[in-house]
């Protein structure tokens, strides 16, 4: 996971401070809007919306646009749209095996703009079920190091389902099954230890280790698909070495 995670999570800290925080903030809010619909707006009784809410304020959005999604999801306040999640699967360049999340109010929109950021970027577009085989869904929590060891969040994490701790760099990244999250997330509050985020997302099985120029290059078609108001996630399993994402941020 190195590689990619360490991209992930400094690509992450960079979204929160450039031009895209307001793409970003609009993802996070419809995020909140969603899981408000589906489960309900009280968050002690919606872990999804609990965890949508504690990722949109770490990431600075407002308080206000916060209460507003949630209101718009549970129907307490008008003018929420109504978001399906679809998911495209695809190959990038290299043979990278991509995953597209989309939450949309327009079908043909995502599905077109998907296509045409794929096809743009060396990348082309595949059968539902080719690529996410290769995908396992996984509870995902990623917590800053701070001063805790990995030993401190194992131990606060162990019993509660966890299968490991990865060590990110400047977070450890918490990996467990997608129905353990609730209660890993629940086992490091507990432990009064603060977590930036707690999702449940797909984890590769296998990766294509790459070079500057295809990481380069995966990462232009990231961002594409990123670009697009409709894409909420995009999973690939790539592996890009410290050494090589050296030369990349260079």
Not at 218 to 242: G, M, P, R, T
Request: with cysteine.
């Amino acid at each position: 996971m190195s590689g990619h995670s360490k991209w992930a999570t400094t690509k992450h800290k960079k979204a929160v401070i450039d031009a895209k925080r307001g793409k970003l903030f609009a993802k996070l809010i419809k995020n909140i809007e969603v899981a408000a619909r589906m489960g309900g707006a009280d968050p002690e009784g919606n872990p999804t919306l609990y965890d949508a809410i504690q990722k949109a304020k770490k990431s600075s959005v407002p308080n206000k646009n916060i209460d507003s999604a949630v209101k718009r999801g549970a129907g307490l306040e008008a003018g929420g749209a109504d978001y399906e999640t679809i998911m495209y699967e695809g190959y990038g360049p290299n043979g990278v095996a991509v995953l597209i999340e989309c939450l949309t109010d327009n079908r043909n929109r995502a599905a077109s703009e998907v296509r045409v950021a794929m096809t743009r970027n060396g990348g082309s577009m595949a059968d539902p079920g080719s690529v996410s085989y290769l995908f396992n869904r996984k509870g995902v929590v990623i917590v800053p190091k701070g001063e805790l060891t990995e030993d401190d969040v194992l131990t606060a994490v162990l019993d509660a389902g966890a299968e490991e701790v990865n060590d990110l760099g400047e977070n450890f990244e918490v990996l467990s099954e997608a129905t353990d999250l609730v209660a890993v997330r629940t086992a490091l509050q507990d432990a009064g230890i603060d977590y930036d985020s707690a999702d449940a997302n797909f984890v590769p099985t296998m990766q294509v280790e790459l070079d500057e120029e295809g990481a380069k290059k995966i990462f232009k078609l990231i961002d594409a698909l990123e670009d697009s108001d409709d894409v909420q996630n995009v999973f690939a399993n790539f592996d890009v070495s410290d050494e090589v994402m050296e030369k990349v941020d260079a």
